[in-house]
């Protein structure tokens, strides 16, 4: 297949290049990409805040172009970012995504998804329903992101959880989170976002106005602030659930956390299967989450679209 | 009953002083206290830390003067800390050290029991089984603290608990979940306690040798920096229980805690019923954690010992 168009990231940079077609390792599945989404984390390891080189994108959907075992090959695909070794104590546990030898495409040690082609080991290769739009499908990633909440938390029906942040992954979580019956509000500090949260059938509060307490708090403002604001909302006993991660240290007071027996959970990347479940069941109604589609060829542009503050979410049409 | 010796705390300040005997409140049970304990709370509100005025101490045990339903009358008892309303919503779910309107004894809005006599409201009370020495005895309120965490996080028979810091609570806590059947290891800095910690059976490390991972890292270092150590001593999905209250901020880089999935659970007060059953069935051996007792005429020399580096538990004969 010779040479082909990439989005790369080279010492914090990121430009179009041509790249080789991967050659997929031994029980690798081949992908012709589709559809990919531009994540905060692409903006941070752009900005510096990770150190990779190589093709970013971690967001996708595409259709399988060779499948060792043939069965997948055409099908329709969305893929897992972690790349586990099936050995260490991690993995042996089920807990791959803490694996010791883990990588993940287009953040730790290979390349991602943001190109004409990705090879992904066939255990990260879940097939799209035939009922799922592409916009649905590659917003899998993020929406299993919300999805672990639910994998680490028992919420139960009629918790308050009050959903910090109203960016694309508040959004997104939000939407998951409704789905358990809790009781979802979504608190943040921009009208337009909350006005389009309302849209989609969310409850909204500005934070100013919101006292709480919440059962559960979910920080997705990816600000270090958040979790001293999440402190504040959640409830006395209650959860706060990280997904922020932003470089550097923050200066908290721990005191309130021991005394007020608050917990803390870190949360990073969910299940597929019963998130593209879920999807297949529910519509999500998330095509408001989408700000703009950009080619490919036009990547770099649509990086500073995704910059630009206050951005939802930014898709590449490869 | 007229005038009684007390230990006061008044403006950062401890002071002997005479003081009324309290008249119990509808419902309150009057006390006649033998032996207290000193705790590193007190240290933290004779510092200033906590703003308290009045008697302190919130760790005792004592005969029952008067109880107004009578059956309490001359038994010994201990009793919980919390004195809470019954009716806010923390109540009503049975979270009672969380109510909305609560009051601790020795620490916040309430006279403690470095005094002769302690008025306590029924529910506090519990009483000690025969068999228990008074030694034993005060040293249910912070094993109860150690048993909290039983309540909190489901430590599995075969999981690795670490607990960091081998003083007073850190040895106490490590005794009573050791009884869960956990694999339990004290990790701490003091040649002389670690010591101890083996004399009463329990297994130790050296801090600078102790690399983990384990499943559950206790934090008993009562030192800010302990969160930091515990990120680096649990294993990626473990869990954090943070017992240290200090004062003041602390800068921490929160993105380990997302990355790796750490959850952090704050952990106060604990339940005082199946600390005594525990201590009745058995004998943890704990008269090495003991280091002095004085009479109360003593308090402040008993308050000057308790504060010199490396001190264990320091009691009050009353």
Not at 35 to 60: K, Q, S, W
Not at 186 to 213: C, E, I, N, Y
Not at 240 to 252: D, N, P, S
């Amino acid at each position: 297949m010779g040479c082909l168009k990439a989005l790369l990231c080279d010492g914090g940079q990121i430009r179009l290049a041509d790249v080789a077609t991967p050659v997929p390792s031994p029980g690798d599945v081949l992908i012709r990409v589709t559809m990919a989404g531009i994540c905060n984390t692409d903006l941070e390891v752009t900005a510096g805040y990770r150190p990779f080189t190589g093709i970013l994108g971690h967001e996708f959907v595409g259709m399988v172009e060779s499948d060792p075992l043939g069965e997948l090959t055409g099908k329709r695909v969305v893929g897992s970012i972690n790349v586990y070794c099936g050995e260490c104590p991690y993995c042996r546990r089920g807990e791959t995504s803490h694996c010791l030898e883990r990588t993940a495409i287009g953040i730790n040690g290979r390349d991602g998804a943001f190109a004409e082609f990705l090879a992904l080991p066939r255990p990260n290769v879940h097939v799209v329903p035939a009922g799922l739009g592409d916009i649905e499908a590659v917003l899998v990633e993020p929406l299993a992101a919300g999805m672990r909440v639910v994998e680490q938390v028992h919420i139960q029906p009629g918790h308050s959880v009050a959903v910090l942040g109203d960016g694309k992954l508040g959004l997104l979580s939000a939407r998951v989170l409704s789905a358990t019956g809790s009781n979802v509000v979504v608190v943040g500090k921009h009208g337009h976002k909350l006005s389009l949260a309302r849209s989609m059938g969310l409850r909204t509060a500005a934070v100013d106005d919101f006292t709480g307490p919440a059962d559960v708090v979910l920080d997705c403002t990816g600000s270090v602030s958040g979790l001293e604001t999440a402190v504040r909302l959640v409830r006395s006993g209650g959860t706060i659930v990280l997904k922020t991660t932003v470089a550097g240290k923050y200066k908290i007071d721990l005191s309130p956390i021991v005394v007020r027996e608050i917990r803390i959970v870190g949360s990073r990347c969910g299940p597929f299967a019963p998130t593209l479940a879920l999807l297949e069941r529910h519509n999500l109604d998330l095509a408001g989450v989408v700000e703009a589609v950009y080619p490919l060829d036009r990547g770099v542009e649509a990086f500073e679209h995704a910059r630009r503050k206050g951005a939802l979410k930014i898709l590449l049409s490869i």
